[in-house]
């Protein structure tokens, strides 16, 4: 069984994708066990208590420095029995203590198709940004497993998207959010597939 904590800063379009892929059996052997946001008046928080599910607020500035906050936020996981974290629009860096907790087992989504376009400080709309200037033909949504460095772990799945002349990087990110989606809901059920098949393989 995946226990999902969801981590979001922001409206949480592509928590509620996840949302419903779980609620309707889409990702097998998947529950949301706890939704955690550095923003107290995120939507993802809205969606998650609207559904009666966990949602706490958790910011760096509420602590002392970042261990204490990395603690809080191990101290949450635990509390929730959370063995897989979903990083969905979460907009800060995830303390390296908690990455390394959870190496193997914590997934983010980037709007471009790593490993280009990647890395510190490519996020949001600067990522379509660039993807026009570069003048790509292509770009789309990558799904990487994390490590400590930005945009870096190894790939869970990707889904193309066209560019398209005279796109904007408005118009290119809604089409790209839109293939997200489909994308997060698909590689969350391909890896609660291949853990379940190697439990039964134990």
């Known amino acids: 069984m ?8 922001g409206a949480g379009s592509n928590f509620q994708s996840i949302l419903t892929a779980v609620q309707q059996g889409g990702i097998p052997g998947a529950r949301i066990a706890l939704v955690v ?12 208590r609207a559904s009666a599910l966990p949602a706490i607020h958790l ?3 509420q602590f002392p ?14 509390a929730h029995g959370v063995n897989f974290v979903v990083l969905a629009g979460y907009m ?8 390394a907790a959870y190496r193997g087992r914590m997934v983010n989504i980037h709007p471009a ?5 990647g890395g510190e400080g490519m ?16 770009s789309g949504a990558t799904v990487h497993y994390v490590d400590e460095e930005y945009d870096h772990g190894a790939v869970v799945l990707q889904r193309t998207v066209p560019v398209m002349p005279g796109d904007t990087p408005a118009s290119l990110a809604a089409r790209v959010l839109e293939t997200e989606h489909a994308l997060y809901p698909e590689a969350l059920r391909k ?11 134990t």
Do not use: M, W
């Open 92 to 99: 800060k860096r995830v303390p390296p203590e908690i990455v």
């Open 123 to 138: 996020y949001g709309i600067r990522v379509h940004e660039a993807v026009i200037r570069a003048g790509e033909t292509v």
């Open 113 to 117: 198709l790593l490993p280009r376009h």
């Open 37 to 48: 946001s550095n923003n107290s008046g995120a939507g993802i928080l809205g969606i998650a």
């Open 59 to 61: 910011s760096q500035k």
């Open 2 to 9: 995946l226990n999902i904590a969801v981590f979001g800063s």
């Open 65 to 78: 420095d970042e261990g204490s906050f990395a603690l809080a936020i191990r101290a949450a996981l635990d």
């Open 191 to 201: 890896i609660a597939l291949e853990s379940a098949a190697r439990l039964t393989q």
